[in-house]
């Protein structure tokens, strides 16, 4: 018969001790969600009409900048200072101050234009905001009072796998060169009042610049916000069976590692209805200048193309 050891089952309870705090903090990041409805993508039958300009807001929601009063401030995070504010109409934003105050403001554009669910923003280029300064390329990021801010969704792991609209998004990740591919940079936000939960890539800051080089190097060799990066950086490496590969050195790399060719060229699809001048606006929100606009719109129009003629290998 075997004895019993005391000093081991002390330490082992120890032990189950320890991990309580860490379990209860897992379970406490991951909230219930009330029942309702994913909603990412909806078919965008007036995509050749769309205002990207004004984007998914529309000019009604444009922030009224005659009386600006701040409210709190986040220093948190890789993008940098936040600042809460409410604008001269009593709406709240999120202003983000710094470099991807641009690129997030297109990105979410481009996004919306092809029928995902996304933030409204807007760039303002000159904001004061009383008691912190004046800053130059704000983005105002809108924070409604019917809408409920409940928690983050996984790429890995949530009611949209394995959809064509969810692989889309991957896609479209990829197409805008988001190097910085993380859970923590998605929302859930319930619109109060119904079942619908949309489902949001919230930080779109860490686009069109180039995902990195080497895998060791690319925290190195990344950029974000930078049009030259963008316009050189390669897209579509080729395709093996079914499957088509892109050039990718970022987070999460192997989400992306199962994108077919008819889900490409669905998306394609929808990218290649924007006008050349829809795509000029995305960039022309977001405050770039003439020169940075060109390139930009022209390296969006030649990933367009690879998109819409990969082809299967036999």
């Known amino acids: 018969m075997l004895k019993k050891r005391p000093h ?40 050749r009409s769309r205002n990207l300009h004004f984007g998914p807001g529309g000019s009604a ?28 109409a ?45 800053f130059e390329d704000v983005r105002l990021e809108a924070r409604p009072g019917g809408e409920k801010r409940l928690d983050e969704w996984k790429w890995e792991q949530n009611p949209l796998v394995g959809k064509r609209e969810f692989q889309g998004l991957k896609i479209m990740m990829l197409f805008l060169e988001n190097w910085d591919i993380k859970d923590s940079n998605n929302e859930i936000i319930q ?13 779109l800051g860490a686009t069109f610049g180039k995902t990195g080089g080497l895998p060791i190097l690319w925290t190195i060799t990344r950029s974000r916000n930078d049009p030259e990066d963008f316009e050189k950086a390669k897209f579509v490496e080729g395709v093996e069976g079914n499957l088509v590969k892109f050039r990718y ?6 989400i992306f590692a199962n994108i077919t060719v ?18 000029r606006d995305a960039f022309r929100a977001a405050n770039y200048n003439s020169e940075e606009i060109e390139i930009l719109t022209e390296a969006v129009q030649g990933r367009i193309a690879q998109l819409r003629t990969v082809r299967r290998r036999r």
């Open 8 to 47: 081991l089952t002390q330490a082992a309870l120890a032990v189950a001790l320890l991990l309580i705090p860490f379990s209860l903090a897992e379970a406490q990041k991951t909230k219930k969600l009330p029942p309702g409805v994913p909603v990412l993508w909806r078919a965008p039958t007036d995509i």
């Open 90 to 134: 009593g709406r709240e934003w999120v202003a983000k101050i710094g470099k991807e105050a641009q690129s997030e403001v297109a990105a979410v554009r481009l996004l919306w234009a092809v029928g995902y669910e996304t933030e409204v923003n807007y760039l303002v280029p000159r904001l004061t905001i009383p008691g912190k300064g004046t």
């Open 249 to 254: 050195a970022g987070k999460m790399g192997s």
């Open 61 to 88: 929601m444009k922030p009224d900048l005659r009386r600006i009063t701040f409210l709190e401030e986040d220093k948190g995070g890789y993008s940098g200072t936040k600042y809460r504010i409410r604008d001269g």
């Open 191 to 203: 619109v109060k009042g119904t079942r619908r939960l949309r489902y949001v890539v919230s930080d």
């Open 262 to 279: 008819a889900q490409a060229r669905w998306l394609g699809g929808w990218l290649s209805r924007l006008s050349k001048g829809q795509i």
